[in-house]
């Protein structure tokens, strides 16, 4: 049982190139969520998805674009990669609100 | 904006003596309280939930919660060097999950 799995684990960008992260849970959980961890910033919501179908912003969505390709698969996009997208980002499976949150093992990623 | 307010720390405490941590939340319409555990470089994992006014114990740790002064803690007793980590505080006021900034924990030997 793998639970909430991130991939790239690192990447290295250059400002302006895009890419996408993916994240894939196996616990058929409804909800998934997008965050970023800098240095003393805790984690912040850039997106979540509530159930299949729907997307919401969250505290810092600027940037960023999310698909939610199936229950399973909540993706994360940067379009266009700026020095300030460096971060940690972690993607977390909720099966309901009053239930702990799945994390994936996190993405490092530098934008030079 | 609904926030988490915790103080970033750092938190020293000698081995084997009571941590405190502190959280407040904004958000009246609150029902969950979630304290998570970060080491460093790792992910966040849950250690505690609490759901109802007063205390909930499990093993060497206590949260309490207040829904009238808007304030979750946790009390970790007997600490040890592995507590030392980051304890995050998290809420969830409606479909999202929202998190303190996190209490850096040094335990001293």
């Known amino acids: 049982n793998a639970g909430v799995t991130q991939t790239p684990k690192f990447q290295v960008l250059k400002t302006g190139q895009s890419m996408t992260l993916q994240c894939a849970q196996d616990?058929?959980?409804?909800?998934m969520y997008w965050y970023r961890q800098d240095p003393g910033m805790g984690l912040r919501l850039i997106y979540y998805?509530?159930?299949?179908?729907?997307?919401d912003k969250g505290e810092v969505p600027n940037g960023y674009n999310v698909s939610r390709l199936n229950k399973r698969e909540f993706s994360l996009r940067l379009e266009s990669a700026a020095p300030s997208q460096t971060s940690v980002y972690f993607c977390?499976?909720?099966?309901?609100?009053?239930?702990?949150?799945?994390f994936g093992q996190g993405t490092r990623l530098t934008v030079v | 904006q609904k926030e988490v307010e915790q103080n970033s720390g750092p938190l020293s405490v000698p081995e084997g003596a009571i941590a405190s941590l502190n959280c407040t939340y904004s958000?009246?319409?609150?029902?969950?309280f979630f304290w998570y555990r970060q080491y460093s470089g790792k992910s966040p994992e849950l250690i505690m939930s609490?759901?109802?006014?007063g205390d909930k114990e499990d093993g060497r740790f206590t949260a309490q919660l207040n829904k009238a002064s808007q304030y979750v803690s946790l009390l970790i007793r007997d600490s040890q060097p592995s507590d030392s980590a980051t304890y995050l505080c998290?809420?969830?006021?409606?479909?999202?999950?929202?998190f303190g900034k996190g209490t850096r924990l040094h335990i001293l030997p």
């Open positions: 616990m058929n959980h409804n909800s």
């Open positions: 998805s509530a159930s299949e179908g729907t997307t």
């Open positions: 609490i759901y109802s006014n």
């Open positions: 958000d009246r319409g609150s029902q969950s």
């Open positions: 977390a499976a909720l099966g309901d609100r009053d239930t702990e949150a799945f």
């Open positions: 998290a809420v969830t006021p409606d479909d999202k999950i929202i």
